[in-house]
């Protein structure tokens, strides 16, 4: 069954490297972009849009980070608060 899955994910990834070569080659235009800071850059648009993913795919890795942080701080509160109320359990007569 991994094999499979491995094979699939393989399959996928040649597919959509594949699609997005001929993306760059048909969409080959400079695009001039002004972010006000500086002079405009001019780059062409598939490679704009190869940024703008990249851009998007960090600050969700970020963000699911943070999130994962955020989840482990306090499942380790709750599992203080579980030791401390057994703790207090096993006093009682």
């Known amino acids: ?10 399959i996928l990834f ?6 997005a070569l001929v993306f760059a080659s048909a969409n080959s235009q400079a695009v001039a972009i002004d ?4 002079s405009p850059v001019s780059l062409p648009v598939a490679l704009w849009l190869g940024l703008a993913l990249m851009v ?12 994962s942080a955020r ?6 509160q709750l599992r203080k608060e579980l030791g401390d109320t057994r703790q207090r359990l096993n006093k009682l007569p």
Do not use: D, E
């Open 56 to 67: 998007g795919v960090v600050a969700g890795m970020l963000t699911g980070m943070l999130s």
């Open 1 to 10: 069954m991994k094999k499979i899955r491995l094979l699939l994910i393989v």
């Open 14 to 19: 040649i597919l959509v490297l594949g699609y």
């Open 35 to 38: 972010f006000i800071i500086g």
């Open 71 to 76: 989840h482990r701080v306090s499942l380790r």
